[in-house]
Nanobody, 125 residues
Framework: QVQLVESGGGLVQAGGSLRLSCAAS????????MGWFRRVPGKERDFVAA????????DYADSVKGRFTISRDNAKNTVYLQMNSLKPEDTAVYYC??????????????????WGQGTQVTVSS
């Protein structure tokens, strides 16, 4: 079992920055990959970024590449999403998720076994 709790969402102006955190508990954090997804009301949840268990492999959606940075601190059982140069189209509920494999980070939502409750990010124009 893995429990995930996101924090750090909020309201920010376009061009601003936010850092999301996701604290994990339960199964050994360093044994699995982590991902961030986001959902706009009425749409499917989209992949944002993912990181392997040892930070050796990272993947980003094209829409956030160069603006967002995913990282993890295994000593603190936490994964982060640093979001810079935010745009109104980044407005969404952001979710962290755990992929209980030690392989490469993956984009498919169905491969993630555990999810946080989500945190709202709103970017005003």
């Amino acid at each position: 079992q893995v429990q995930l709790v996101e924090s750090g969402g909020g309201l920010v102006q376009a061009g601003g920055s936010l850092r999301l955190s996701c604290a994990a508990s339960g199964r050994a954090f360093s044994s699995y990959a982590m991902g961030w997804f986001r959902r706009v009301p009425g749409k499917e949840r989209d992949f944002v970024a993912a990181i392997s268990w040892n930070s050796g492999s990272i993947d980003y959606a094209d829409s956030v590449k160069g603006r967002f940075t995913i990282s993890r601190d295994n000593a603190k059982n936490t994964v982060y999403l640093q979001m810079n140069s935010l745009k109104p189209e980044d407005t969404a509920v952001y979710y962290c998720a755990a992929d209980l494999t030690k392989g490469l980070p993956r984009r498919r939502e169905s491969l993630y076994e555990y999810w946080g409750q989500g945190t709202q990010v709103t970017v005003s124009s």
